[in-house]
């Protein structure tokens, strides 16, 4: 899967940016360019969760984390990884 699509598509589709997924960088302010208040950021953690099937815990729902797309997808991307590392039991 690729997880920057995917991210780009729960913005369009879920949280309902109005930016065209194809217009989206990594450097995209969430707040300042696609205007995501605090349900917005809670929406796209919410729906990240579910998607990718991982937690992101309250300390990783952060401004470091959460204040651009590329952050965002930093994180998701690191939390599949390592859960594709950890062995099922």
Not at 40 to 64: H, K, M
């Amino acid at each position: 899967m690729d997880v920057l699509q995917a991210i780009k598509g729960i913005l369009t589709s879920e949280v309902l940016v109005e930016v065209p997924a194809e217009r989206m960088t990594l450097d995209d302010s969430l707040r300042d360019l696609y205007g995501l208040d605090s349900l917005g950021f809670v929406e796209l953690r919410v729906q990240c969760e579910d998607i990718f099937d991982v937690v992101i815990s309250d300390d990783d729902f952060s401004p470091e984390n959460f204040t651009t797309l590329g952050g965002v997808f930093a994180l998701v991307e690191s939390l599949v990884a390592a859960k594709e590392k950890t062995p099922v039991a």
